[in-house]
């Protein structure tokens, strides 16, 4: 029914939706409440209830109804936020979050009745007028209110019960106000800045004003104007509407005193009992005919219109006010059957009937009113009214048609800031697929390069080889630019990430009784998409950290004369070509004592290379397998598992993590990451006629190396640089190639975590930016390799996985290592 | 060529959706704005036969824009694409001059029905 890309679409637009209520309810909850957060909450509430409903996605679809409607409440100003509704909204978006992995498949049966219940007894507890009040004012609201009423018994509240009970008797003293009012609530609530069931009051009150004077004869009197019933029903809506910013109950007395009598007066002038049956011609009463005869005079002809309605028309009250508006183009409606304000309220069957006087012929009409969607059936039929024209004023009809318009009040529906950036989605794999493209077109005009070398030597300067140099300069620049433009759409701002951890924070703050106040700096700081994917995890585990082992519990904070919240503070920037996140908080930082003390208890060290350790060293013993420093193992951090591999995943994706401490003061990470994982600077060696490339990431430093100089640890090779002991391997038996075995060598050092190796090669080239090439399918994993890269000369070199190679032959070159080598 | 049409919707799966739709139909969708502004310059530049337009949208909502197109065009046809509850806007979107209206979730025959018959209008 969906086509993938609709379903894609969907599901992109619905994360996307579910990040901006996150992110502003977490505003909500820090800064109160604001007119710019509380209007994106509700669009974006609004657009998933559109789109979800389109798909289908019932519960999705219901849910974001009621976030609507509380929003839409908060924004008329008739409820307040709450503590309860922040943790309400929480749970309500957590629901969605759910449903929307129902939809792939990772959940089921995901239940909204509890939250749609707790979301409702929130508007009704949170109520700035009292409930009864907002009861008293439409009894349409009872579906909504019973439907809360029942729901809201599970969380309980005698305060709760109490207002219910009155919200529900008093919607049962009003009755029969409409029906669905809820629904139709929510939209006159919009304009008027009014609670959803006054504003009901608020709109028909003026119909049903007009609708008196429409059929009672007392009003009449040969004046036309107010027969008008559509035409006075805009400004009686206007009416209702101002007396909307009154309080609730105000206006809700004006819909009580003001339509039941003048429902009644229209009732007992047109037709006593029920409502006349759709298709029937009603009784001319002699205003009515008055005005008819008058009109034919004037060249105007009446007709009777029968108004057939599709039976699946969705807003029957809409429907009916369209249909007025649109005669009202063509001429005056003077009466209709069931009346204005009924039709108006949507109730009425499968057509009505209306009076209609107009200059247009009957077909006119009929195609008219057939040019409204949802019509099913039109008849037009003449009137033929009595003979004798009555006197009286003449219908000014074009005035009132031009008066009309201008009365409406905008609603303020203030734009919160939304940067109008035009976008399209790609799917990475093309920009993919177009980086190693424009990869290929940088190794053509390498070779271009070259060609025109050789060119100019054999030709020397005329104007063809100009010419040709000059073509050869201009793609190099557009390459370079095309190049540098494919990165740039492959890169993503950070807060992709960093959007997700404020809401973590508060949850983990809540569960840890503490307080943080937690920045986060360089949202738009932008990294390669790859590098993105991966930095989540590593990040929240530092976080997780910050917040459980770091930041004191608030007493203790002010005991120590700390402010009460901690501050933790998480910032990204860009630092020459390389991204820096750090993240430091004003916690309790690390003692080296404790560490140290640790380390011998677990059997890291012996109490001797512990005593001996700097403190440095002791510090970096957070980042060994199975450390952890917790006193109790608390179910957020601390199960031993952590900074190791914080650290294994940073460096996968080649950066590095560093940080400083002092106790008492906090703490400090510092994670350093490359901009993208396509292209990297890399070391360049050769070894006999191939060329090898090293990570920059991994080499540590390059040495001169004379033979004599390697030592033999058993079996193995070794050289001591500054004191310490490196294994040493051979590139030339790692891969199996002939090289220089004598003389001079030239050794790389390596690092990948606390590991070095040194690796022997022919000659070192120099460093350069290469593009990451995967070596394709059909020779899958080399062992020793982690890709390829094309050379200027078209020459492939391939990439040494140096972390692989460290971490089979390195040494941890910490402290102990180098004492036990020794 | 089929008649050209204007979509806005702030929301980017609810102009795929229609755009489909009117595609499938023979229509041709001659742009997408995102807000009501954008309506308004792209009604001026495109020139579109009719304009579906969202309602509740960020920058200048539905109302405003059927206003302000309405300004420029006093012919221009647009229908509303209202949620479920929005009654009083769409109110305000006819008397601002929208020609007709549909209710989300819509089904694909009331969307062009709707169309068909605003498109057939006497004028």
């Not at chain 1, 599901?11 to 992110?23: P, S, Y």
């Not at chain 1, 929003?71 to 978006?93: E, N």
């Not at chain 1, 093309?430 to 005009?445: A, F, H, S, W, Y």
């Not at chain 1, 703050?509 to 994917?533: C, P, Q, S, W, Y």
Request: net charge negative.
């Amino acid at each position: 029914m969906f086509t993938d890309e609709e379903v894609a679409v969907f599901m992109e637009e619905l994360e996307e939706k579910l990040q901006v209520i996150n992110d502003n309810v977490l505003v909500l909850e820090r800064e109160g409440e604001s007119p710019a957060v509380i209007q994106e909450i509700f669009r974006a509430a609004h657009t998933i209830k559109g789109s979800s409903a389109v798909m289908g996605y019932e519960k999705m679809s219901a849910l974001t109804h009621e976030i609507e409607n509380l929003f839409d409440r908060l924004r008329q100003g008739t409820m307040q936020v709450s503590g309860q509704l922040v943790d309400t909204l929480f749970d309500a978006l957590d629901t969605l979050k759910l449903l929307k992995d129902e939809i792939t498949g990772q959940a089921a049966d995901v239940d909204v009745a509890g939250v749609v219940a707790r979301i409702r007894a929130c508007q009704l507890s949170c109520d700035a007028p009292p409930a009864g009040a907002a009861g008293a004012a439409g009894g349409g609201a009872s579906p909504a209110q019973a439907d809360a009423g029942g729901a809201a018994r599970v969380p309980g509240g005698d305060e709760l019960q109490r207002l219910l009970a009155a919200g529900l008797e008093a919607a049962g003293h009003a009755g029969g106000g409409g029906e669905g009012a809820s629904a139709d609530g929510a939209g006159v609530r919009e304009r008027g800045g009014m609670p959803a069931t006054a504003g009901d009051g608020g709109i028909f009150t003026g119909t049903g004003a007009a609708g008196m004077a429409a059929d009672g004869r007392a009003g009449l009197s040969g004046s036309v104007d107010p027969v008008r019933t559509p035409g006075t029903g805009p400004d009686a809506g206007t009416t209702g509407a101002s007396a909307g910013t009154r309080p609730a109950g105000e206006a809700g007395d004006n819909r009580v005193t003001g339509t039941p009598p003048a429902a009644e007066a229209g009732r007992n002038a047109s037709a006593p009992g029920a409502a006349p049956p759709y298709r029937t011609s009603l009784p001319l009463e002699e205003a009515a005919e008055a005005v008819v005869r008058e009109a034919e005079v004037r060249g105007y002809q009446a007709y009777w219109l029968d108004i057939g309605i599709d039976r699946g028309c969705q807003m029957k009250s809409v429907r009916a006010f369209l249909i007025f508006e649109t005669l009202q183009q063509i001429g005056e409606i003077i009466k209709s059957a069931p009346p204005a304000e009924e039709l108006q309220e949507g109730r009425y069957g499968p057509g009505f009937t209306v009076l209609l006087i107009t200059k247009e012929d009957p077909g006119q009409v009929h195609d008219l009113v057939y040019s409204i969607a949802e019509v099913s059936s039109v008849e037009v039929r003449p009137v033929q009214p009595g003979a004798a024209p009555a006197n009286g004023r003449p219908a000014a009809a074009a005035a009132a048609v031009g008066g009309r318009a201008a009365a409406k009040t905008a609603p303020a529906a203030a734009p919160a800031a939304n940067g109008g950036v035009k976008t399209v989605r790609v799917d990475v794999q093309k920009l993919d697929t177009l980086m190693n493209l424009v990869g290929e077109l940088v190794i053509d005009r390498t070779r271009l390069d070259r060609f025109v070398d050789i060119f100019e030597g054999k030709y020397g300067s005329d104007d063809l080889a100009d010419n040709i140099v000059e073509i050869s300069n201009h793609l190099g620049q557009v390459t370079n630019d095309l190049q540098e433009e494919i990165m740039k759409a492959r890169m993503l701002p950070v807060a992709t990430v960093f959007n997700r951890l404020p809401r973590m924070v508060r949850d983990l703050a809540h569960k840890m009784g503490k307080e943080i106040d937690f920045v986060i700096e360089g949202r738009e700081t932008e990294l390669d998409r790859n590098v993105i994917e991966v930095i989540g995890d590593p990040l929240i585990h530092l976080l997780r950290n910050a917040v459980d082992h770091g930041i004191e519990p608030p007493e203790e904070r002010l005991r120590l004369g700390k402010p009460r919240a901690g501050r933790v503070l998480l910032k990204a920037a860009y630092v020459e070509s390389h991204i820096v996140i750090t993240l430091s908080d004003d916690g309790k930082g690390m003692e080296p004592a404790r560490i140290r003390q640790k380390a011998v208890e677990k059997g890291l060290l012996t109490p001797e290379q512990a005593a001996r350790a700097g403190d440095r060293e002791i510090l970096d013993l957070i980042f060994t397998p199975g450390f952890s420093t917790a006193r109790q193992v608390s179910d957020i951090s601390g199960r031993g598992v952590g900074m190791d591999i914080v650290r294994s995943q940073i460096e996968q994706i080649n950066g590095s993590v560093e940080f400083t401490t002092a106790p008492g003061k906090g703490a400090t990470f510092t994670i350093k990451l490359p901009l993208t994982l396509a292209i990297i600077r890399a070391l360049m060696v050769a070894l006999g006629e191939q060329v090898y490339a090293f990570p920059l990431a991994n080499v540590v430093e390059t040495l001169a190396l004379k033979t004599e100089e390697i030592r033999r640890v058993r079996r193995a090779e070794a050289i001591v640089v500054r004191g310490r002991v490196l294994p040493l391997v051979r590139l030339t038996r790692l891969f199996r190639e002939k090289g220089r075995e004598e003389g001079r060598l030239s050794v790389v050092i390596l690092g990948s975590a606390e590991k070095k190796v040194g690796v022997v090669v022919d000659r070192l080239i120099g460093e350069q930016e290469i593009v990451i090439k995967s070596l394709g399918g059909y020779l899958g994993q080399v062992p020793g390799l982690s890709g390829a890269t094309i050379l200027g000369d078209g020459r492939v070199a391939l990439i040494v996985d140096a972390r692989g190679i460290v971490k089979e032959t390195g040494v941890e070159e910490t402290v102990y290592e180098v004492n036990r080598a020794m | 060529m089929g008649k050209k049409i204007l979509v806005v919707d702030d929301a980017a799966f609810m102009r795929m959706m229609i755009k489909n739709i009117l595609l499938k139909n023979g229509y041709e969708v001659v742009g997408e704005a995102e807000n009501g502004k954008q309506a308004v310059q792209m009604y001026a530049e495109l020139k579109p036969d009719l304009v579906t337009m969202d309602i509740t949208m960020p920058e200048m909502d539905g109302i405003e824009g059927v206003k302000a197109i309405r300004a420029l065009d006093p012919d221009a046809s647009i229908i509303m694409c209202s949620a479920m509850g929005q009654q009083a806007m769409v109110m305000d979107a006819i008397q601002a001059g929208a020609r007709d209206f549909i209710v989300k979730p819509f089904q694909q025959d009331r969307i062009l029905q709707a169309i068909e018959r605003v498109l057939s209008r006497p004028r």
